[in-house]
């Protein structure tokens, strides 16, 4: 499952914000630090990658994210 | 691994402790400490059989814990706290376990200065780990 898809199905959303990567936490109301948390594990559990428990509070952007898991799954 | 307290999160301190006194008395007060990190602040009211419950004050509206105040037909209880001796252990050993990890490492002045971060629970609720320096 890719990113998006991930986002809009814990974000609960029908459809994908326009500046989807430009968003950074808070950006919109479903957004929040839970929301997040569970944005993450749900991309570790769909992509099969880990993250630390000392980086996973920096994850709060899309591109920052993808940045990270690009560079997991190397 | 020791339970320390459990954290609930208030639009007053002084308005909070005197629903305690008048509906739950029997215990102490701490001082006040604020709470740069998260802005907000923070009080203890312990029982006599040490029982600890922390009372959390949003300072601001940009603090992380404001938005819990703002979700109505909610509970405020925020999380519960444990404290433990090796907290970096503990972190990975949770991490493995599937919890996330909400902050980073801070210092907080409240616990002497002791390093404590927050988690979230595969059962969606939050967990403060508090390092035991003791």
Known sequence: MEIK???CE???LDTLPEDFDYLKIGDIPEWDSMANMNFLMSIERN???RFSFDEMAELTSINIIKLRIAELQQ | MKFDHIGIVVESIDRSRAMFERDFPGFS???IYIDKEIDVKIQFIEYHNSNKIELI????ASS???SV???KNSSNIHHLAYSCRDIEEACNT???KGYGFLTKFYCAEAFKGARVIFLLSPLNFIVELIEDND
Do not use: T
Request: proline share 8%; glycine share 0%.
């Open chain 2, 64 to 66: 992380p814990i404001r």
């Open chain 1, 47 to 49: 992509l099969n990658i």
């Open chain 1, 10 to 12: 814990v974000m609960e």
């Open chain 1, 5 to 7: 898809k991930i986002f």
């Open chain 2, 57 to 60: 004050e949003p300072l601001s």
């Open chain 2, 94 to 96: 949770y991490r493995d």
């Open chain 2, 69 to 71: 105040l703002e979700k």
């Open chain 2, 29 to 31: 007060s701490s001082k």
